[in-house]
């Protein structure tokens, strides 16, 4: 397998009256996770749909396990999995029956198909729902059965549209350890997500997308320090003590503590030691707490950063859809 | 594997998929079990005193081919609702990013509908024999109009393939399908002698291709003369699935989920 294992140069994607991709360039190289970070509509979607084969782009290259999506398609299928925002699963079939489905289309052949069939139900913990109908499952079953149903064929490259959206925290965290294991066996991932903190907890590198521009790139500790890291809210119990506390927090930051509305907000280091200090220190000066929140920072916080303007949704899918009407 | 086995393979797979489906999903059954039932009730008990069919002792026997003509087509709906739900659900987009026959789930889909399409034709037949219609022709020519009306109602799953990839949604690949279908059934020999409508709807209805495949099932069933009917009704199904299959599989590899 290719060094890179996601190369894109210049893409470009236009539906009738809108511009989904407006020259995106993507680099991933073997074995890491590339984040795609952006709001709906940005264009990320239509990147994947792309980088998967379902559809062809204007202008520009993109290469998949050193495969031209377009030139070599076919031989590309049999390198990647898709796991989509919409949970691709057939309701009417049990669960094995799904994952034994897609293995025969991989063209892994009946025994060995029905075999890992098996595995993956059992490491996605669905050996016990192995045989019910799908429409059954939870959102978060069929998730992992969407998920599992991308990992069949062992593909070297995995695309994962957005694949948290709407789960309950439990089963994001399974998730995303899952992907982890994918990864650390060798696996590149392409993920798109909305989420700041899914990106961080799980890119390696995340590229910020935003009406079909990547608008900013790098490590999500590069990408933090662009927007500034976690802050410390701390709610006093009376307006007037608003002094005594900046003065006693002044020290703990490198910014001087901020307060509005007896809302004291201060910059805080990732090893968050400064909770317990702050505490200590507003003890002493006797100022009373009515409530204590870590803020951290949001899709919109990075886009406010980068952009000046909160991240917007647009209209990619709407006009997708226009697209295909006119045609 | 060669890729025309692959084609088999996968086609094989997918027409599985569609056949498991069936038992699983009772809701709907009724379109293609009850509601060619009440047609048939309906016309013979309801309009079939005042349709004049000469030559035909008995209504029922005049009716009989053209419905079941019909219900073959409508089979067609069981097809286009079945797409049109797969592309809603994004499972056509998996289809299309795994190396499978780009073909295959088009045609998986449409020969599992034949099954759909045989339960639907015994359903009727047995109505039929119930209420009073009578094979007067051989047991060879019977069988022939089964196979000759299960051909034709496999084109028309290939008709709605084509209309629910141009529709937005479930709801819309119906509206379409029933738009096509109406006037293409109604404006037939098949419930009525074309002779007694107004001259411009009896020249299209002499035209229909579903007049054609409706006195081919007239002639197998009750000994109507067949004139070239029935080479005709297997010429219009097999052009019907070759136009039909190139658009939709050319459709499809472009299809995009809503």
């Known amino acids: 397998m290719a060094e890179v294992a996601i190369d894109v140069e210049g893409l470009r994607k236009r539906f009738k009256d809108v511009t989904a991709l407006d020259g995106v360039d993507l680099v991933a190289p073997a074995g890491t996770i590339l984040g795609l970070l952006g709001p709906n509509g940005a264009g990320k979607t239509t990147a994947v749909r792309i980088l998967t084969t379902l559809l062809p782009p204007d202008a520009g290259t993109a290469r998949v396990a050193g495969l031209d999506v377009v030139r070599d398609a076919a031989a590309l299928r049999s390198q990647i999995g898709l796991a989509g925002q919409y949970a691709a699963?057939?309701?009417?079939?049990?669960?094995?029956?799904?994952?034994d489905m897609v293995g025969r289309l991989y063209h892994l052949g009946r025994g060995p198909s029905r075999e890992r069939a098996r595995e993956l139900l059992e490491r996605f913990s669905l050996t016990d729902a192995a045989d019910r109908l799908t429409k059954t499952y939870s959102g978060g079953m069929r998730r992992r059965l969407d998920l599992a149903a991308a990992l069949v064929a062992r593909p070297p490259v995995l695309f994962l549209d957005e694949p948290t959206t709407g789960l309950d925290p439990v089963s994001r965290l399974?998730?995303?350890e899952t992907i982890e294991a994918r990864v650390a066996a060798g696996t590149t991932v392409l993920l798109t997500t909305q989420y700041l903190d899914e990106a961080d907890r799980l890119a390696d590198r995340i590229a910020v997308i935003d009406h079909g521009r990547v608008i900013a790139e790098g490590t999500p500790d590069e990408l933090k320090d662009r927007v500034g890291g976690e802050r410390l809210e701390l709610t006093l119990e009376d307006y007037e003590d608003e002094p005594a506390a900046i003065e006693a927090l002044a020290p703990l930051a490198d910014e001087r503590p901020k307060c509005d509305h007896g809302i004291l907000v201060m910059p805080m280091d990732k090893s968050r030691a400064d909770i317990a200090e702050a505490v200590r220190r507003l003890d002493d000066a006797q100022v009373g707490i009515a409530d204590i929140a870590i803020r951290r920072p949001t899709l919109d916080d990075v886009f406010i950063s980068l952009t000046g303007h909160a991240a917007e949704p647009a209209e990619e899918e709407d006009a997708e859809q226009r697209e295909e009407a006119a045609a | 594997m060669s890729?025309?086995?692959y084609v088999v393979a996968d086609t094989a797979v997918i027409a599985k998929r569609?056949?498991?489906?069936?038992?699983?999903q009772p809701d709907l059954w009724s379109s293609f079990t009850i509601q060619p039932i009440i047609f048939v009730l309906l016309f013979v008990y309801v309009f079939g005193g005042a349709i004049q069919t000469p030559g035909y002792d008995d209504y029922v026997?005049?009716?009989m081919p053209g419905i079941i003509v019909q219900t073959m087509s409508f089979g067609g709906f069981v097809t286009a609702i079945g797409l049109s739900d797969d592309l809603r659900k994004g499972l056509i987009d998996r289809f299309r990013s795994l190396p499978m026959a780009r073909s295959a789930v088009l045609g998986g889909r449409t020969l599992a509908d034949v099954a759909t399409n045989t339960v639907s034709l015994v359903v009727m037949v047995g109505v039929g024999l119930l209420i009073g219609f009578n094979f007067s022709s051989t047991p060879l020519e019977v069988i022939a109009g089964f196979g000759l009306l299960l051909l034709f109602g496999y084109?028309?799953?290939?008709?709605?393939?084509?209309?629910?990839?141009?529709s937005k949604s479930p709801e819309g690949a119906q509206t379409l399908g029933f738009l096509v279908i109406f006037p293409l059934t109604f404006a037939s020999s098949a419930f009525?002698?074309?002779?007694?409508m107004p001259d411009a709807v009896e020249a299209f209805a002499e035209a229909n291709p579903f007049s054609t495949v409706v006195d081919a099932a007239r002639a197998l069933f009750v000994g109507a003369p067949a004139g070239n009917d029935v080479w005709a009704a297997v010429l219009w199904s097999l052009g019907l699935i070759v136009v039909f299959a190139a658009l939709s599989v050319h459709r499809y590899r472009r299809a995009v989920s809503s």
């Not at chain 1, 699963?89 to 994952?99: K, P």
């Not at chain 2, 009525?192 to 007694?196: A, G, L, Q, R």
């Open chain 2, 61 to 63: 026997d005049f009716l």
């Open chain 2, 3 to 5: 890729s025309l086995a």
């Open chain 1, 174 to 176: 399974q998730l995303w």
């Open chain 1, 89 to 99: 699963v057939d309701e009417n079939l049990t669960g094995f029956e799904n994952l």
């Open chain 2, 18 to 24: 569609n056949l498991l489906r069936i038992p699983r």
């Open chain 2, 155 to 166: 084109a028309f799953s290939w008709v709605f393939a084509f209309v629910a990839l141009i």
């Open chain 2, 192 to 196: 009525v002698p074309p002779e007694s």
